[in-house]
């Protein structure tokens, strides 16, 4: 499942992450550092990695302008793209740790898409080229496509 979530008004200062049981990608969009932090004392910013279901994560820092992409990845899935979700449970790394710069050339043209139907296709791209050694080959198999635009009002 990817979402997209969009707020130019208002500033998010500390918000809870809640667990779930995927590994979930977080690309921050935005013009400022959003910072995610672990009760282990891992922060992590810009290209952000939660393990399966993370204890006590929060996201905060200073945005006037937030955008975020959130991938949820089962964990076949997060193995055949990430290579080490499997010593990720319960962590967050950085995306960087795990893909070096391809993931600053993702974000980067993440930022760049014209919309978020641009993001969404250029994430999928590129979890499937690093995915593409799973039995059936897909990130997303067919007809369980999950995408949603979140945008603070």
């Known amino acids: 499942m990817m979402a ?7 500033e998010f200062r500390d918000l809870t992450l809640v667990p ?11 013009d400022e550092p959003f910072v995610i932090q672990d009760d282990r004392g891992s922060r992590q910013h810009g290209r952000v990695v939660a393990g ?4 006590q994560v929060r996201g905060c820092g200073p945005t006037s ?13 997060a193995h055949a793209a990430l290579g080490a979700s499997a010593e990720l449970g319960g962590t967050v790394v950085s995306l960087d740790d795990l893909w070096g710069r391809e993931s600053v050339r993702l974000q980067e043209r993440l ?11 250029i994430a999928e791209d590129a979890l499937a080229r690093r995915a593409d050694a799973l039995p059936f080959g897909l990130v997303t198999p067919p007809g369980a496509r999950h995408r949603r635009v979140v945008r603070a009002v």
Do not use: K, N, Y
């Open 4 to 10: 997209g979530f969009s707020d130019r008004d208002h």
């Open 52 to 55: 399966l279901a993370p204890r």
């Open 65 to 77: 302008r937030m955008e975020c992409l959130q991938i949820r990845l089962p964990p076949m899935v």
């Open 111 to 121: 930022r760049t898409a014209g919309s978020w139907e641009d993001r969404f296709a």
């Open 20 to 30: 779930h049981p995927a590994v979930s990608l977080l690309l921050d969009l935005g």
